[in-house]
């Protein structure tokens, strides 16, 4: 899924109406598992590095895989949620769950590119048969659903909250993953 969908989702089926406070730590933590891979591809766009390289060899490497996936180790989320929950870290538990659900999410979505979804006890790879991108394993209709969940969830977040904060949020979110197609269209379609 890609990242700016897991912030919408993530609100719409964690966020609850009575308790705003804890809208933003879930968008976040929709966004943080995958941070690690936006700023790894800012980087490597920065030093000139044709796209081919970058998703071919780069994002490969043994240093680019580590940083990839700890924000999608459950072992990791797992005991940082019950650190929260001992220290009454209400945010931090909202932002935790938010990243474990990212993970979950991500694990039956993602074929050759898949996490270490329990690194760092294992480096076994889930290569599901379905990619939320490459169409040779299903991407098109992952895409399409994709696309479904966040201009519903959008919807019904924005009918959701009332705050004004919350709203430019969800709003905010949903321009930057209608601008992430466009920028795939203009640079990857090509």
């Known amino acids: 899924m890609n990242t700016p969908a897991h912030a919408i989702v993530?609100?719409?089926?964690?966020?609850?109406?009575?308790?705003?406070?804890?809208?933003?730590?879930?968008l976040l933590g929709g966004i943080l598992p995958d941070l690690p891979i936006v700023l790894f591809y800012a980087w490597e766009k920065v030093r000139g590095v044709p796209e081919r390289v970058i998703w071919s060899q780069h994002y490969f490497a043994p240093g680019s895989q580590v940083v990839a996936d700890i924000g999608h180790a459950i072992p990791l989320l797992v005991l940082g949620y019950w650190l929260a929950r001992r220290l009454h870290a209400t945010r931090s538990a909202a932002l935790l769950t938010s990243m474990m659900l990212h993970a979950l999410v991500d694990l039956p979505l993602h074929?050759?590119?898949?996490?270490?979804?329990?690194?760092?006890?294992?480096?076994w790879r889930f290569a599901s048969p379905i990619s939320y991108w490459d169409p040779a394993h299903g991407g098109r209709w992952a895409t399409l659903a994709e696309i479904v969940l966040v201009l519903v969830g959008s919807a019904v977040l924005l009918r959701r909250f009332e705050s004004r904060g919350i709203?430019?949020?969800?709003?905010?979110?949903?321009?930057?993953?209608?601008?992430?197609?466009?920028?795939?269209?203009?640079?990857?379609?090509?």
């Open 167 to 190: 709203r430019i949020a969800i709003a905010a979110i949903a321009t930057l993953y209608a601008t992430f197609f466009a920028f795939v269209i203009v640079v990857w379609l090509r």
């Open 10 to 26: 993530n609100l719409w089926l964690l966020g609850r109406r009575d308790k705003p406070r804890l809208a933003l730590p879930i």
């Open 111 to 123: 074929h050759d590119d898949a996490h270490r979804h329990l690194w760092p006890l294992s480096s």
